[in-house]
């Protein structure tokens, strides 16, 4: 019985092989776009854990500071480390702006910290080179994948900053690379207009009548009065003391600071199941389909194979050879060919992925299951060929 299916599958070796490897590719695509949803995930995940926070307060009503747009003072945080259970506070920032550099341009979140002290949340978990922000301004520490090298300058809105350190595997939940700055160069560059603008508004106030007339004040005064919105931050980051109840916290929070507070598990929940919710429907309905697609090729290259010896399995039948035999051979050949196309895809999915511009996240749970779904395919595939074999006449062997 295993002779057999071996026997054959030697007989046409070239052909099976370049069929395996075919039928590879499309099974590494598949383990490809699951590994692009995992990549997903661990990176929300990778965005939660290096925030260093148990609880994100942000402005009442919203998803932020990630999923929705999220404004609070930056004196918030003072009223918040006083709640009982609370060790550390640290405004954030975050604004997703698209930076220039090396003659390319990339898409990067400026992440703005407190810089006073360091191991405030918010700061980058560890660097790989380089040392944290000493300075209050024009300092920088990027994510490696920025492409920004130690020492570098590079323009971020009206300023530069000299990266003076790097860090791994800082990225947003879309999977863009951070960089992390002072809060106060943060709010700079989220609300401070630039030299354009400024002159622009200035031609405007001068055109207006209404700013010229006593008691209106002047431009220096609605200067100084739009540059309040500087003083805002997207969320606090709060880190509990030991044994502190997050629940419990946030509802202290949220009762007396009419603000948002989420733990760490709500925060899992915003950014998994409502903000790549879509992304995660997607990438199931092109599962679903490869996986269909990849049943029907195997389905037809088996029974291609096997009405290309029909003579032989009419013989075989002529001379006393069981309908179980001839079906556990052709069997074999189904699981034999799924085993090397699992093979090559895996090994495509693990040479192409790591180019891709999102993380892709290849799990050995994943390959496992992967494995056991690409049989059970093959083995329902092969039921089409299997019954067009027994259906052949053992004359057509004397006939032919």
């Known amino acids: ?25 499309l099974i590494g ?23 260093g926070a148990d609880l994100w307060v942000v402005q009442q009503g919203t998803l932020g500071p990630y999923a929705e747009p999220s404004s609070i003072r930056d004196d918030v945080w003072r009223g ?11 405004n954030a920032a975050y604004l997703t702006i698209q930076m220039a550099h090396a003659g390319r341009e990339s898409r990067v979140m400026i992440v703005g910290m407190d810089v006073d002290r360091p191991g405030r949340p918010g700061a980058p978990g560890y660097l790989t080179a380089g040392r944290p922000i000493l300075h209050g301004h024009y300092e920088a520490i990027a994510d490696e994948r920025t492409g920004l090298q130690l020492g570098e300058r590079v323009r971020l809105r009206r300023h530069e900053y000299t990266v003076v350190g790097l860090t791994r595997r800082m990225v947003s939940s879309s999977g863009d690379p951070m960089i992390f ?9 989220q609300f ?10 200035r031609a405007r106030t001068a055109a207006n009548p209404a700013f010229n007339r006593p008691g209106v004040p002047g431009l220096l005064e609605a200067a100084q009065a739009s540059s309040g919105q500087s003083r805002n931050v997207n969320a606090v980051l709060v880190r509990l003391e030991p044994g502190a109840n997050p629940d419990a916290v946030a509802g202290e929070i949220q009762r007396w600071k009419r603000l948002t507070a989420y733990t760490r598990e709500q925060m899992e929940d915003i950014l998994v199941a409502k903000l790549i919710a879509t992304s995660a429907k997607q990438i199931g309905m092109f599962l679903i389909i490869l996986a269909v ?11 291609t194979m096997t009405m290309a010896k029909l003579r032989e399995i009419a013989v075989l039948k002529l001379i006393g050879a069981q309908n179980r035999t001839i079906a556990m051979m052709i069997l074999q050949q189904a699981l034999s060919l799924g085993l090397l196309g699992f093979l090559v895809g895996r090994a495509s999915a693990g040479l192409w992925g790591p180019a891709f511009p999102k993380y892709v996240l290849l799990l050995p749970g994943d ?23 027994l259906a052949i006449d053992p004359a057509e062997a004397i006939g032919g």
């Not at 401070?192 to 508004?201: F, G, P, Q, T, Y």
């Open 181 to 189: 700055v002072s809060l106060k160069d943060a709010q700079e560059i």
């Open 192 to 201: 401070l207009k630039d030299n354009d603008a400024l002159v622009n508004e």
């Open 1 to 25: 019985m295993i002779n057999l299916a071996a026997r054959d599958i030697l007989h046409g070796w070239g052909k099976f092989l370049f069929t395996g490897i075919g039928l590879g590719l």
């Open 29 to 51: 695509t598949t383990l490809t776009m699951a590994g692009v949803f995992r990549g997903m995930v661990d990176d929300a995940q990778v965005l939660i854990d290096n925030s």
């Open 80 to 90: 918040i480390a006083g709640l009982p259970g609370v060790a550390e506070t640290g």
């Open 293 to 303: 697609v990849t049943a029907a090729i195997i389905a037809f290259i088996i029974y």
């Open 367 to 389: 390959a496992i299951g992967g494995f056991m779904v690409v049989m059970v395919i093959s083995a329902l595939a092969s039921v089409v060929a299997i019954r067009a074999a």
